[in-house]
């Protein structure tokens, strides 16, 4: 098995364009804290890590949205929008660890989706690359953005089978209110989405 770690959301498009080719089986891992989840792979040839896939990319605090790539932590970005009294409206399992991409490949929303939804509902926007290499986007990074197919929903708790990600967005929300939406964005190696959060619900996507 080989473990490749692309730089970049086109690297890894390219990646799963060659392999692809050569019909070997692509795994993609983010923080490896849901590997246990879902059907076991029936075989691995290359695994997709996105270790270096772990920016934030930008804060626009001011319109409550962020923009990172799939590999960053949800501790991390948390840690970001904190600085602007905001924060990301969902609770996955080991925030440390886990990282934007896992989380909505897994749709893992932790127990604030009770307040305000699952992630499925929150991604408006989304960038991502199809097994065969092929890039794809769908949506944009405004909520009233009906642009092209809602693939955003189906790469939502797909967990890594329809794409990898290499970039996500995710909704912000402030500590001082509390609006009813949260929005958020991913990209995912394969993969952007944008999504509603709340100020314990504001905005915040990826690009």
Not at 16 to 21: G, I, P, Q, S
Not at 44 to 58: G, H, K, P, Q
Not at 119 to 133: E, H, N, P, S, Y
Not at 160 to 184: C, D, H, M, V
């Amino acid at each position: 098995m080989r473990i490749v770690e692309p730089q970049s959301g086109e690297e890894a498009a390219e990646i799963l364009r060659c392999a692809n080719e050569d019909g070997a089986a692509v795994i993609p891992r983010g923080g490896g804290t849901k590997s246990d989840w879902g059907n076991p792979p029936a075989r691995t040839d290359v695994m997709l890590s996105t270790a270096r896939l772990n920016r934030v990319i930008e804060h626009a605090w001011a319109d409550l949205t962020v923009t990172v790539e799939a590999g960053c932590t949800i501790a991390e970005l948390q840690r970001t929008l904190a600085r602007h009294g905001q924060r990301l409206a969902v609770d996955p399992l080991w925030p440390e660890k886990a990282t934007v991409g896992g989380v909505l490949s897994a749709n893992d929303s932790g127990v604030l989706r009770l307040r305000y939804g699952g992630l499925r509902d929150l991604v408006i926007g989304v960038k991502l690359a199809l097994t065969d290499g092929t890039v794809a986007q769908s949506g944009g990074k405004v909520v009233k953005n009906v642009a092209g197919y809602d693939l955003s929903k189906l790469v939502t708790g797909a967990f890594g089978t329809a794409i990898t990600f290499s970039e996500t967005a995710r909704a912000a929300s402030s500590r001082s209110w509390s609006p009813s939406l949260s929005r958020l964005r991913s990209i995912a190696a394969s993969c952007v989405a944008t999504a509603p959060t709340d100020p314990d619900a504001t905005e915040a996507m990826l690009e």
